[in-house]
């Protein structure tokens, strides 16, 4: 029974990092409806601040996880604030510099592989040899994707450089909010993770995009990209480190491009080329391949337990 136990929460954690990569997918086409205006650190801003109330609202209306008097880990919360803040901004500036296809690619592309290593040198636990070969391969279609045949361009390396460090910074996210996540709740750890990161990313939009103007017919957008492309499927996924490696959560996250690649054929009309196709099934047939790493990982620690038993 603790076995099927066990089995049945790897699949109810990879379901949810898969349903919160889907809601991730459609930011793209929301923050293309907002005016031209609009500054994207604003944006990425603004999204942080309305997650935050959201998560503020949960935990109002949840009782505390903790026996009174227990310490939270608030270096890891700020820590992992830190990330999420970072990340914002080093990818809408990464972006900015290097495009929004290879910006993308670099960005979300390096976040697994980022993770896979962060996860090897300080947790000491090296992801399986399958875990590796759907990963890379899910990368390379990510890239592809992202890329779709465009005409090849001189990398700028500052670019690249600050693509690179949001992908770095996501995965550190990910393997900071997991024993945050196990320690006070989903709501609450996303509370202080992206309420600090709100508190860092406010004054640098203020900076780099100027003072706040009016929003207007902005504000749909905007509270769709807080409420629901960053609160609900941050909540989903930080559920979701219940159950699975953070290593394996950031590449199931990959299945983010699928769902924007959906939209952007169905709603927007885009006629994507041959080696957009060739990239999604290389990031369907590679998120399989960790799927399968994750269960036979599960199988294996419920042998041991058994044997031990």
């Given amino acids: 029974m603790a076995g099927m136990n066990l089995s049945s929460h790897s699949g ?46 949960l935990v109002w209306r949840a009782p505390p996880p903790q026996a009174p008097g227990a310490r939270l880990p608030w270096a890891a919360m700020l820590a992992a604030g830190l990330c999420v ?39 000491r636990r090296l992801p399986t040899a399958l875990w590796w070969l759907g990963t890379c391969i899910g990368v390379a279609g990510g890239v592809a994707m992202a890329l779709d045949g465009g005409a090849a361009q001189r990398a700028p390396w500052g670019g690249i450089a600050l693509c690179l460090l949001a992908g770095l910074s996501y995965a550190a996210y990910a393997l900071l909010n997991k024993p945050l996540v196990t320690a006070v709740g989903p709501a609450r750890a996303n509370l202080a993770v992206f309420g600090s990161a709100a508190l860092f990313s406010v004054p640098v939009a203020w900076v780099l995009g100027g003072a706040l103007q009016s929003l207007g017919v902005a504000w749909p957008v905007v509270l769709y990209l807080g409420l629901v492309s960053t609160g609900v499927a941050y909540l989903l996924f930080s559920s979701a480190l219940r159950y699975i490696s953070g290593a394996t959560g950031v590449t199931l996250a990959l299945a983010e491009p699928v769902t924007a690649f959906a939209l952007a054929v169905l709603v927007v009309g885009e006629t994507p080329s041959w080696l957009a196709y060739l990239g999604l099934a290389c990031v369907l047939g590679g998120l399989l391949l960790v799927i399968w790493a994750e269960l036979r990982e599960t199988r294996a620690a419920q042998a041991g337990a058994a044997a031990a038993a």
């Fill in 12 to 57: 109810r954690g990879i379901a949810l990092v898969l349903l919160a990569a889907m809601l991730w997918g459609t930011t793209g086409t929301a923050q293309s409806l907002a005016p031209a205006t609009l500054s994207p650190y604003w944006v990425g801003a603004l999204r942080l601040v309305i997650a935050s109330a959201f998560f503020a609202l």
């Fill in 85 to 123: 803040a970072c990340y914002n901004l080093s990818f809408f500036a990464g972006v900015k510099q290097s495009g929004v296809a290879l910006g993308t690619a670099v960005a979300i592309g390096s976040g697994p592989i980022w993770a896979g290593l962060l996860q090897t040198v300080v947790q």
